[in-house]
């Protein structure tokens, strides 16, 4: 029933951008916060960026911070990741989320939904 669908991802060259989309359905989409994770191969899944309701929050990780940017578009059950200088360290599978309560934090991955996820490569 619920659905979070990430498209855009690619191969990109050290320092390219590269800017990721997720589509929702299934859910009210604006009443939720919404977190964007990756995960690299042998690695856990690490919180990325998140957002609030109504876009007036943002949070990253702090290696993100200034690079990437989260931003939603409730008219359109979408949010996105604006990936900029991005590094060969950024490579990883991108998934969106979705909860309803913030809770004690963005970072934490206890979310409702989660997506399917999309590559992203960074070479160099």
């Known amino acids: 029933q619920v659905q979070l669908v990430e498209s855009g991802g690619g191969e990109v060259q050290a320092g390219g951008s590269l800017r990721l989309s997720c589509a929702a359905s299934?859910?009210?989409?604006?009443?939720?916060?919404m977190g964007w994770f990756r995960q690299a191969p042998g690695k856990e899944r690490e919180f990325v960026g998140g957002?609030?309701?109504?876009?007036?929050?943002?949070y990253y990780a702090s290696s993100v911070e200034g690079r990437f940017t989260v931003s939603r578009d409730n008219a359109k059950n979408t949010v996105s990741l604006q990936m900029n200088s991005l590094k060969p360290e950024d490579t990883a599978v991108y998934s969106c989320?979705?909860?309803?309560?913030?809770?004690?934090?963005?970072?934490?991955?206890?979310?409702?939904?989660w997506g399917q996820g999309t590559q992203v490569t960074v070479s160099s």
């Open positions: 989320a979705a909860k309803y309560y913030l809770g004690s934090r963005y970072v934490g991955d206890e979310y409702n939904y």
């Open positions: 299934g859910i009210t989409f604006r009443i939720y916060y």
């Open positions: 957002i609030s309701r109504t876009a007036s929050t943002t």
